[in-house]
């Protein structure tokens, strides 16, 4: 099955940038998508098809893909960025075909 | 608007059964692939299940195959989600979502999910 790596967890001061990376075998010849999910809630999406917002996800994010990592940018971080992240593809060519991230907790100090 | 709102969870012993519902409204269900994906304590996302417009097609993880199966009522605008023979790794948070794409899919709205105890 097609495996995608996040680091566990990334810490940013609030107005500095938060860089998440999704590694996997040349996950720039797909479509990466990522949510947001706080404690106790459910996943929100954030960035479909690599870089595009859906309605009401603030310019701050931002997501781009190529070779063998695709990375979701959060600039101005807030408080309210604190959560976990995942990436997620549809790989029509393995077993599961949508596969999700490890995850990444990003931590705002 | 849109919701999906789960139902059916509970505590339930090893080697038991249990049946997820999931409710939608406020968009097009019967036009939408449907899945159900869940958490693990403390665990990230795993998706186990899809199944199709007209339940033509429908797939799972390896991890639950042969145990759980997928369902839907486009009369009633339901998912369900059939789970036996269930063991201590099956608890989770179960959330239903809609699959929307027709190439690369992925999940747009999500329930706000069901947890599901197996414990004796």
């Known amino acids: 099955s097609y495996v995608l790596t996040q680091p566990p967890s990334v810490l940013v001061a609030p107005g500095q940038t938060a860089t998440i990376t999704c590694g996997g075998d040349k996950i720039g010849s797909q479509s990466v998508h990522w949510y947001q999910q706080k404690p106790g809630q459910a996943p929100v999406l954030v960035i479909h098809y690599d870089s595009d917002r859906p309605s009401g996800i603030p310019e701050r994010f931002s997501g781009s893909n190529s070779g063998n990592t695709a990375t979701l940018t959060i600039s101005r971080v807030e408080a309210g960025d604190e959560a976990d992240y995942y990436c997620q593809v549809w790989d029509g060519s393995n077993h599961p075909n949508y596969v999700f991230g490890t995850g990444t907790k990003v931590f705002v100090l | 608007q849109v919701q999906l709102v789960e139902s059916g969870g509970g505590l339930v012993k090893p080697g038991g059964s249990l049946r997820l519902s999931c409710a939608a409204s406020?968009?097009?269900?019967?036009?939408?692939?449907m899945s159900w994906i869940r958490q693990a304590p403390g665990r990230g996302l795993e998706w186990i299940s899809y199944?199709?417009?007209?339940?033509?097609?429908?797939d799972y993880a390896d991890s639950v195959k042969g145990r759980f199966t997928i369902s839907r009522d486009n009369t009633r605008n339901s998912v369900f989600l059939q789970m036996n023979n269930l063991r201590a790794e099956d608890t989770a948070l179960y959330f239903c979502?809609?699959?929307?794409?027709?190439?690369?899919?992925?999940?747009?709205?999500w329930g706000q999910g069901i947890l599901v105890t197996v414990s004796s």
């Open positions: 406020g968009f097009s269900f019967s036009d939408s692939y």
């Open positions: 199944i199709s417009r007209t339940s033509t097609y429908t």
């Open positions: 979502a809609r699959n929307y794409g027709d190439y690369d899919p992925y999940f747009d709205y």
